[in-house]
């Protein structure tokens, strides 16, 4: 699978962005699909992520109420979008992916597949 994301920027505090994730190759093996962000000498950080099969939604504590992930799977997409932003969520953002969703998920050794990232950047 592979996975390229868009949509990142820079923004004012308070503001919103959304993230997007393209998906392509063997997608249908692809059960489960995370994003992750990592800020400079910081360790990678689960943000969300979405069961496929039953629409599960999963966050951080961080970010929770202030994110949302979703997915359009007519078009193998996943979006991850950002409101009340803070300086603080300033990081390179990852899609990631893997066959199943693990109890984990918010781990970065659970996902199999992983895209380039989208710097976002909040002053």
């Known amino acids: 699978v592979q996975l390229v994301e868009s949509g990142g920027e820079t923004v004012q505090a308070g503001g919103s962005l959304r993230l997007s994730c393209a998906a392509s190759g063997y997608t249908d093996s692809v059960n489960c699909m995370g994003w992750f962000r990592q800020a400079p000498g910081e360790e990678r950080e689960g943000v969300a992520a979405?069961?496929?099969?039953?629409?599960?939604?999963y966050y951080s504590a961080s970010v929770k109420g202030r994110f949302a992930i979703s997915e359009d799977s007519n078009k193998n997409m996943v979006y991850l979008t950002m409101n009340m932003l803070k300086p603080e969520d300033t990081a390179m953002y990852f899609c990631?992916?893997?066959?199943?969703?693990?109890?984990?998920?918010?781990?970065?050794?659970?996902?199999?597949?992983w895209g380039k990232g989208t710097q976002v950047t909040v002053s």
């Open positions: 979405i069961d496929r099969g039953d629409g599960e939604t």
């Open positions: 990631a992916t893997d066959k199943n969703l693990a109890r984990t998920w918010y781990e970065a050794v659970a996902y199999s597949s």
